[in-house]
C-alpha cells in the first residue's frame, strides 16, 4: 500500500538527513579535537552559524563550510552545578555557561574556571572538547 512505501520512504530519508546531521558533527568534532573552533559559514549569504547543519538558517541554502574563528567570547550567562547527572562522568562542582560568540552565536558549555573568577561578560577562549564531547571554554 501506499502508506507502507511512504513509511519506507520517509525511514530511508530519515536515516539519511541524521547521517549527514552526525557527518557534519563528526568534521567539527574532529577540528575541535585538534584545537580549531570552527563556526559554519554560508558561502551564498555570509550567515555564520552554530551547531553544524545542512542548511542555513538564514537562507536555507546548502553551500555552507566551516570556518575556524578565534575561539573567543564572553560569558553571558553560567551556573555552578553541584549535583551531577552521572557523577562517573562529571565531578561537581562545575560551571556551565552560556558563551557568546561575535555578538550573536551563543554557545552552551563547560567554564574551566574557579568560582570566584566567573563573571558576566568576562572573557573566555575555547579550550577544548573533552572525550565526552563536552564544549569547554577557559
Given at each position: 500500500s501506499s502508506r507502507n512505501w511512504w513509511s519506507f520512504f520517509?525511514?530511508?530519508n530519515n536515516d539519511f538527513?541524521?547521517?549527514r546531521i552526525m557527518y557534519l558533527w563528526e568534521?567539527?568534532?574532529n577540528l575541535?579535537?585538534?584545537g580549531v573552533?570552527?563556526?559554519q559559514t554560508c558561502k551564498d549569504c555570509s550567515i555564520q552559524q552554530f551547531y553544524p547543519r545542512s542548511f542555513c538558517v538564514e537562507c536555507n541554502e546548502d553551500n555552507l563550510?566551516?570556518?575556524k574563528i578565534d575561539g573567543v567570547g564572553k560569558i553571558y550567562s553560567y551556573t555552578e552545578i553541584f549535583r551531577s547527572p552521572n557523577p562517573e562522568k562529571f565531578t561537581t562542582p562545575?560551571?556551565?555557561g552560556l558563551v557568546e560568540l561575535n555578538d550573536k552565536i551563543k554557545i552552551i558549555c563547560q567554564l574551566d574556571l574557579n568560582t570566584d573568577d566567573v563573571s558576566i561578560d568576562?572573557?573566555?577562549k575555547f579550550k577544548e572538547v573533552n572525550n565526552e564531547g563536552v564544549i569547554i571554554f577557559q
Open positions: 520517509y525511514t530511508c538527513r541524521k547521517a568534521e567539527w568534532f575541535a579535537k585538534k573552533f570552527t563556526l563550510e566551516l570556518e562545575y560551571i556551565v568576562k572573557e573566555v
